[in-house]
């Protein structure tokens, strides 16, 4: 059993700069692909960024290609989020996620089997 916790959320104006962080525990998150993903309300949980298990392969969502970083420490277990240039449409509740061992990192929601609760990310115009 692994237990994620994001913090890091908060209020910013529109072209800030937040990082999230996932801290993990209960199992080590080497060699398992990491997610983020954000949900806005009324809408499905959507794909933000992954790192794949050994942190050399990153996808990311269009809407977020050049803004977001992802980034993986393992020997912390955490995985943090690094989002510049936010813009109002950024304004969700991001989830951290783990996927399966030793593969890329995926973009599809159903590959991952543990989450965090989130942490809700509001951006101001």
């Known amino acids: 059993q692994v237990h994620l916790v994001e913090s890091g959320g908060g209020l910013v104006q529109a072209g800030g700069s937040l990082r999230l962080s996932c801290a993990a525990s209960?199992?080590?998150?080497?060699?398992?692909?990491m997610g983020w993903f954000r949900q806005a309300p009324g809408k499905e949980r959507d794909f933000v960024a992954a790192?794949?298990?050994?942190?050399?392969?990153?996808n990311y969502a269009d809407s977020v290609k050049g803004r977001f970083t992802i980034s993986r420490d393992d020997a912390n277990n955490t995985v943090d989020l690094q989002m510049n240039s936010l813009k109002p449409e950024d304004t969700a509740v991001y989830y951290c996620?783990?996927?399966?061992?030793?593969?890329?990192?995926?973009?599809?929601?159903?590959?991952?089997?543990?989450w965090g609760q989130g942490t809700q990310v509001t951006v101001s115009s």
């Open positions: 996620a783990l996927g399966p061992r030793y593969d890329g990192a995926s973009s599809y929601r159903e590959r991952y089997g543990y």
């Open positions: 209960g199992r080590s998150i080497s060699t398992y692909i």
């Open positions: 790192i794949n298990w050994n942190g050399i392969r990153t």
